[in-house]
């Protein structure tokens, strides 16, 4: 992970304060004890009786063969459950991987293999579109099935002294560039540093009311500030089961939130949908956008139809995430993707040979500190290249630093596309294309949208008769993949440009069938 110095440093600094999640649930419990931490429909859960849950299903996934250290892939909708679960497995020393509800066969099964999962708990209710998560069993296999509305229970008494702060706590996911999605390692000390800091940045208080419209496993709403955040702040957690304002906006009303966070394409539909129904949340004070890029046009939007704050959030769950502060000016609000968390994450702006750019110029934004990886989890090879020798991860995303260190996302150089927030890795998706018995070769490139900012379009060479758009999302269907990864657009071409000298290299390939799309669309 971090080399001894660096720890030390973060450790000296303050920053790494030996903290762990099962600590942050007890002084929770401690410190605002009847007070309420979760509010899932009709329940609602007190600082204590999280604690007392979480420790008794801790023991009855213990007594069930959870040990220190086994992964369990875990995948649920936004229920108090997911607490239950994930403070029982920080407790035990076990190690939640964080699925999306939207995962299908395909991504489960390879986060059960890769992680030779011990277990994978997801529910037995079906989500809104019908699914039915127990169908992934199978692809789950050999990880034992564990459903969220049957979790065990046992006596805390029986369970094994808990992790340590420098341990590795959870494996998250990475959006990804790659053929097979990344796991990123994060430990206590790391991500309880950056919790606590957005907490702050964020002026959570135990008068805050935070709601989950995102998945709840997502970085985002888990952790800037998110729900962890709440906890450590004292404050109220409420999910929703539905982003759509006819299910959210009541909810906003009857349980006075304070602060949520959305991805651009919702933040604009909440917009239109509050100024049709003239609708004003009094208690809402900060609304939370990332994930994604957020047009001026639409950040200029916020403040006079809701009535609130708003904060541009610019992570990623390998590490750095910047905010503009509650304080800043417009200018800085609207116009950038707001500055890191800590005086300790160094931010390089460089060009292609990694020479750094003068300030205001586009540059690739390379990053290292306190909270940010230095490796994903059991991948030397594709680590070579993803961090710099003297370990700064490369992000892929293109930048502009201004000069009071400010960020402003002017684009991406990885091979990857951001559908309203959600990644799309374009290699994963065109591996399983080949495997269609009309495809001799895909590529998959990203659109502009007005909507979801960008979507993703396919480029088929066919082997005969050429496939429709709709053949190859039921073929990616009935691979497993997730929706959000099925092709948006399709252009069949009887061959690929020839780029660069001798071998085709796939991301010149994607470059220029992107430019040629631009063209012809215009
Ligand atoms: P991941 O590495 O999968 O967690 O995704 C993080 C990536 O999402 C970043 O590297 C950016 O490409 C993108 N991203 C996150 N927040 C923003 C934002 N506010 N503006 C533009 N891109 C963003
Ligand atoms: O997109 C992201 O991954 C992201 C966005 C905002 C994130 O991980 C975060 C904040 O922590």
Request: proline share 8%; with cysteine; aromatic share 8%.
């Amino acid at each position: 992970m971090w080399p001894a110095e660096f720890a030390r440093r973060y450790r000296e600094r303050g920053y790494w304060t030996g903290q762990t999640f099962d600590d942050l649930l007890r002084s929770g419990a401690e410190r605002f004890g009847d007070r309420v931490a979760v509010v899932d429909g009709e329940r609602r859960i007190t600082y204590r009786q999280l604690r007392d849950r979480a420790l008794s299903v801790a023991a009855g996934l213990y007594e069930q063969g959870i040990r220190p250290d086994d992964r369990v892939v875990v995948q649920l909708p936004n229920v108090a459950e997911f607490f239950d679960v994930i403070f029982a497995l920080f407790r035990i020393g076990a190690q939640p991987v964080f699925a999306l509800p939207a995962h299908r066969a395909a991504e489960i099964g390879y986060f059960c293999r890769h992680t030779e999962a011990a277990a994978f708990i997801t529910t037995g209710v079906a989500s809104a579109d019908g699914f039915d998560h127990r169908t992934l069993a199978a692809a789950a296999t050999p990880a034992r099935m564990i459903l969220a509305e049957d979790l065990p229970r046992g006596d805390p008494a029986t369970l094994p002294p808990g992790p340590a702060p420098g341990a590795l706590a959870f494996l998250q996911l990475s959006g990804g560039s790659t053929g097979l999605p990344k796991l990123i390692p994060r430990t206590h000390d790391d991500y309880l540093y950056s919790v606590r800091e957005s907490a702050d940045i964020c002026a959570l208080t135990p008068d805050s009311v935070y709601l989950v419209v995102l998945p709840v496993a997502h970085n985002f709403p888990m952790s800037s500030p998110g729900v962890l955040g709440a906890l450590h702040a004292g404050a109220r957690i409420v999910l929703s089961p539905s982003p759509a304002p006819a299910t959210v906006f009541p909810l906003i009303d009857r349980e006075g939130v304070t602060i949520t966070a959305l991805v651009p394409p919702l933040a604009l539909v909440w917009l239109d949908a509050a100024e049709r129904a003239s609708w004003r949340p009094d208690s809402l004070d900060v609304l939370q956008v990332g994930g994604a890029k957020l047009v001026p046009s639409v950040a200029a939007r916020v403040a006079p139809v809701l009535g609130c704050r708003l904060q541009q959030v610019f992570g990623m769950a390998e590490g750095l995430v910047n905010y503009t502060r509650l304080d800043e000016p417009d200018e800085i609000v609207l116009h950038t993707q707001g500055r890191p968390i800590s005086p300790d994450d160094e931010v390089r702006v460089v060009d292609d040979a990694d020479r750094p750019v003068a300030d205001g110029e586009v540059g690739h934004l390379l990053t290292r500190g306190p909270y940010t990886i230095r490796g994903y989890w059991r991948a030397d090879e594709h680590n070579q290249v993803a961090f710099t020798p003297d370990g700064f991860y490369r992000t892929g995303d293109l930048v502009r630093r201004l000069d009071g260190g400010h960020l402003v996302v002017e684009g991406r150089a990885k091979d990857q596309i951001n559908r309203g927030g959600e990644k799309i890795a374009a290699e994963e998706v065109e591996d399983h294309l080949l495997a269609h018995p009309d495809v001799h070769d895909a590529a998959v490139v990203a659109v502009p949208d007005l909507y979801l900012g960008e979507r993703s379009c396919v480029f088929v060479v066919p082997v005969g008769r050429p496939p429709t758009l709709g053949d190859l999302r039921a073929f990616l269907r009935e691979r497993g993949l997730a929706a959000y990864k099925m092709p948006d657009k399709l252009r069949v071409v009887d061959r690929f440009p020839v780029t660069g000298v001798g071998k085709t290299s796939r991301r010149e390939l994607r470059s220029l069938l992107r430019s040629r799309l631009s063209s012809s669309e215009g």
